[in-house]
């Protein structure tokens, strides 16, 4: 805490003192308002360019703060308010933007609000400056959504994490065709259920919306409407280059033809996988999109973005000019997605690859046809598989008809030499992402450890993500003895103990960013403490014990790491 009893003013110069409102506001630390009257009288003085980028608490009346309205003026660029559950608060807040002339500096406005069925309703005013709204967390009902774009000059839209939304296409054309400025409209919520309030009436057809480019709907449950429900809302948007849905059934090429300039599609099953990969979602991804459109390669087999999962790649094999490829392949979908994948070698920069197996030929075809070599990211998601060993991998004898039920990853370290060996040899990977389930059981200790030894010696393994029924601490400090590239590692296992030379380790790591530790066993105090002591970075710890009596060395570790450390047991 600064205090006037050691006044920096005197002894820092102006840019120091501008690093340290810069590095506040970055770290998202508002508080640095709460200090002396002298360090207050100082914000104003820096406002203009410390303060370009807000991020408020919206459950606080910041209409009693003067330190912080006095940095409110048209330099601010971009607002993100967390959690308003009070409408009338966020009515004020927003008074107070009118007030302090952010009309015109203000590009993007983000509001993270509370579950609350008593605030239904937001601010009924044309805040026309307001361009970019994402409400997380929101009880929304449809006729708030409709209200949002009927009022204010909305180009980005996103309504993510919800539990209340409409669930028929009228709602979306009702969206889309009230709103003409309307650029991006992203829905994603748990659960569908009925608007409590009438949807408006559609507008004439012929009212086209020609500024929307990215729609997206993602609902986790129950089964969405066929593709052919969303041909009116689709024919509204002819200048779509981005569309995502989750939905129940196949996809259905025809849409290619309701959007004939779509150049980045997601089309997603019921279940989405673990790893799951959004098309871009803020502001300033969406506007790079928007720059990077081409306009010379519209419709069929000119998209540059596609992601398919748990569907038949059949209905896609003329596409040729992919850039990024999201697939989840199994045995019987290998042969399609090894054509999919020739096709577009020398286009492909960004592969996301779910595996059913140990699939040998399709790891096969990245290494011959150059796309590993090529790829700036790559992830490679490996989960068990169903299939025989004799037929989902080459690599075992075809005669061998009597091993039926042999365990089908027998392949596993042939894959993993390879993979470290063609990596290797590569010269424009930046980031490199491996999920693992359940592939390790199969092989004793000293393999396991041989394994992961390779994988540590990937380069550029950037995030790792592991699941196993057991695992032995030393698999993996051999991990991470070799992984030094390492910013995001995730570990779930129902029998684990996390020793001391395990967490010392991990403390060695240059550039760990985030640990999730999900197990059922032991965690070493000592080695909690030394962690906690060491990095700065989020830490989540699940279900472990420590192996001394009580939590004490969790709440250690809380007070050293604040809000980057939390413990579940």
Known sequence: MLTKRRDFTRVLTTDEINGIFSYLTQHDCMTCMQVSQRWRSLVPQYAETTFSDLRLDGRKDYRRHQSMI??????????????????????????????????????????????????????????????????????????????????????????SQMTHIIDTEAFYLSLITRCSSLTSFQLQCDFMMMCDTPVEAVPDAAAMNLNTRHLSWNVFG????????????????????????????????????????????????????????QLPRNDQELQALDVNVDDHHEGVGHLKGLSMQHYHLSTLEDQHHLRYLELDVNQEQQSYAIQLL???????????????????????????????????????????????????????????????????????????????????????????ALDLLDVFGDFDLEEQKRM?????????????????????????????????????????????????????????????KRLHLHAAGSISAKGVRHLASKKD???IVELLESDEQGHACFDDAKEIMKDRFSYHG
């Open 452 to 512: 992961l030894s390779m994988i540590g010696c990937i380069p550029h393994l950037k995030s790792i993500d592991i699941e196993e029924d057991t695992l032995d601490p030393q698999v993996l400090l051999a991990l991470f003895q070799h992984a030094m590239a390492l910013q995001h590692v995730v570990v779930r296992c129902n029998h684990l103990n996390v020793t001391y030379e395990v967490l010392e380790v991990l403390a060695r790591l240059p550039n760990i």
């Open 222 to 277: 129950g089964e969405l409407e066929q593709p052919n429900d969303f041909e009116p809302l689709l024919l509204q948007c002819p200048n779509l280059i981005s569309l995502e849905g989750w939905l129940a059934t196949d996809f259905d090429p025809k849409i290619f033809a309701w959007c004939p300039k779509l150049q980045h599609l997601r089309w997603v099953g019921r279940q989405p996988n673990r790893h799951y990969y």
């Open 342 to 432: 020739e096709r577009n070698a020398t286009t492909l920069q960004s592969l996301l690859l779910e595996i059913d197996g140990i699939l040998l030929p399709i790891m096969a075809c990245l290494y011959d046809s150059g796309i590993i070599q090529r790829l700036v990211l790559f992830v490679l998601f490996i989960r068990p598989s169903f299939f025989s060993s004799s037929s989902s991998s080459s690599s075992i004898d075809d005669d061998d008809d009597d091993d039926d039920d042999a365990p089908t990853n027998a392949a596993l370290p042939d894959l993993i030499h390879g993979l470290q060996k063609k990596v290797s040899q590569s010269t424009s990977l930046e980031w490199m």
């Open 537 to 539: 970075m989020t830490w």
């Open 70 to 159: 006095a940095c409110l003026g048209p330099h601010v660029k971009s607002l993100v308010v967390d959690g308003c559950p009070d409408a009338d608060a966020l009515y004020g807040l927003m008074e107070l933007l009118r007030e302090r002339d952010c009309q015109e500096g203000i590009e993007s406005l983000g509001k993270d609000k509370d579950k609350d069925e008593d605030n239904d309703r937001g601010a009924k005013e044309d805040f026309s400056f307001i361009l970019f709204i994402e409400l997380y967390k929101c009880y929304v009902p449809g006729d708030l959504a409709l209200y949002l774009c009927h009022w204010t000059r909305l180009k980005y839209l996103t309504l």
